[in-house]
Structures are given as C-alpha cells and as structure tokens.
C-alpha cells in the first residue's frame, strides 16, 4: 500500500500519528514525516488515520483492496422471477 500526504494542505493536526504512529510521526510541532510503503498489517490503523485527516491531505492507494468481499450490487440479492 502506498501513502501521498499533500504536505501543502497537511496543518499538523497530528490525528494520523496518533492514529497509526507507526506510520507517521510529526517532527517538531509542524512537520510532518511519513513512511510512504506502509506495512499491510497498519491497513486498519491507516484507515482510520486517514478518515481523521481534518484537511483530507491523505490519500492511500491499496487501501480499499481489502480482499475481503463485502455485500454489493451483485450479492446478497436474489432474482427470483
């Protein structure tokens, strides 16, 4: 999974490193310092990290390719005629 934090909107509110500070970490009280590859196993702390983002300045490629099949358009319906 790779993460871009558009370091121009980011206001270093510091939610995502609370949030997953295995990822990101803020260097002094406005820098923020990130890893850009992040592990697999911080899916669901990046997620959430990236929903807290105030300024939305996050963005994960990877993150919704869980795997896991959720309920769509095509299950959990029936077309019985």
């Known amino acids: 999974m790779r993460l871009v934090v558009d370091l121009n ?8 490193a609370f949030l997953a500070p295995d990822v990101f970490a803020m260097h002094g009280e406005e820098s923020l310092v990130y ?3 992040a592990p697999e196993e ?5 997620a959430r990290a990236v929903a807290a983002c105030p300024v939305q300045a996050i963005t994960a490629d990877g993150l919704d390719d869980t795997g ?12 019985a005629r």
């Open 9 to 16: 909107k980011c206001q270093g509110y510091a939610q995502c």
């Open 35 to 37: 890893n850009p590859h």
């Open 42 to 46: 911080q899916r669901e702390r990046l």
């Open 68 to 79: 896991e099949a959720g309920p769509g358009p095509e299950q959990g319906t029936s077309d």
